[in-house]
């Protein structure tokens, strides 16, 4: 004869239902960090695709004069990028690489054409996000970006 409090047979008692649910959460945290660490190890090599597009849209800010098309263009993937590293590079240890394009992105969300002076801090950012991928980061690139963003331009 069963008691009131004891389980039907068959069927798993909470705290069993708990474990189980515990098991398959500690399961799914480890293969997201897996998955988080296979990218971490990745992200080198996806910053450097994206320092190599920012290094275009820089030249062919250069090369197109404010007002044309492709100027606008240009501009408009230069923020991408940074927008997309600005949102990534922390989460795998680039904390420089974010720091450093949150303030590009603002300068280039508040102007209407990119000058030359902003190109040339588009190009020096892109070699440091190239130093960062190639030798991760450092003090003197920590400081290196520092000194970047005490210039650019930024609004009130």
Do not use: W
Request: aromatic share 4%; charged share 25%.
């Amino acid at each position: 004869m069963m008691s009131i409090d004891s389980e039907p047979p068959g069927n798993a008692s909470e705290d069993e239902m708990d474990l189980e649910m515990d098991d398959e959460l500690l399961a799914a945290i480890a293969a997201a960090e897996a998955a988080i660490g296979s990218m971490a190890e990745d992200y080198p090599e996806l910053l450097k695709q994206d320092v190599a597009a920012l290094e275009d849209a820089a030249r062919r800010l250069a090369e197109f004069a404010p007002g044309e098309d492709a100027h606008a263009n240009a501009a408009g993937e230069a923020f991408g990028i940074l927008h997309d590293i600005k949102g990534q590079a922390a989460s795998f240890g680039f904390e420089p690489a974010t720091r450093l394009s949150d303030p590009l992105c603002e300068c280039l969300r508040q102007v209407n054409a990119v000058n030359p002076v902003l190109v040339g801090h588009l190009r020096v950012a892109a070699l440091l996000l190239s130093r960062m991928a190639e030798d991760g980061t450092s003090p003197q690139i920590n400081d290196e970006v520092e000194a970047l963003i005490r210039v650019l331009p930024m609004k009130g």
